[in-house]
């Protein structure tokens, strides 16, 4: 369906138009992806941070790494830290060297949650681009990072 259906909206400049619609897809799978992770009591920016700390493979991250690499900088890494922990899905370490540097690590229960929500959010993912050829897709990907600089 086009956007301008959707929003009922007509002659829209390319700028507004382009950007309405890459929101609206956006906040589609977000939602596609918010209801997955719901009956694992966990919220996207929270699953966001276990990928993240699953993507160190065991090696401790600093709330500022983590908030680098969140998809949504707007997140509150120390509320969503803090949250997880006392969901036992990470745990916090003081440095022993220097007890100013706080170390994040996944714990077990957190990478087994994770191993159960990888299949369903891996096939929603697939689901997303299914009508798309390989060839679109990798055009896509190009464009959106085009579009970021």
């Known amino acids: 369906m086009k956007i301008e259906e959707i929003i009922q909206s007509q002659n829209m400049p390319d700028g507004r138009k382009t950007s309405i619609n890459l929101m609206y897809t956006a906040n589609l799978i977000h939602d596609r992806g918010a209801e997955i992770l719901k009956p694992f009591g966990l919220t996207t920016q929270q699953f966001n941070v276990l990928r993240i700390l699953r993507g160190r493979k065991g090696e401790p991250a600093n709330l500022s790494t983590i908030q680098e690499r969140m998809i949504s900088k707007m997140s509150n890494t120390t509320r969503l830290v ?9 745990r916090r370490m003081i440095c022993a060297e220097n007890r100013r540097k706080v170390e994040i ?9 994770l191993k159960q ?11 997303t681009i299914a009508r798309l050829s390989r ?7 190009e464009l959106l990072e085009k579009i970021r600089g």
Do not use: A, C
């Not at 803090?82 to 990470?90: A, E, H, R």
């Open 105 to 113: 690590f996944i714990t077990d229960k957190g990478l087994e949650l």
């Open 117 to 127: 929500i990888d299949e369903p959010m891996d096939r929603i993912n697939e689901e």
């Open 82 to 90: 803090d949250k997880l922990i006392t969901k036992g899905l990470v």
């Open 135 to 141: 060839e679109e897709v990798d055009l896509f990907n």
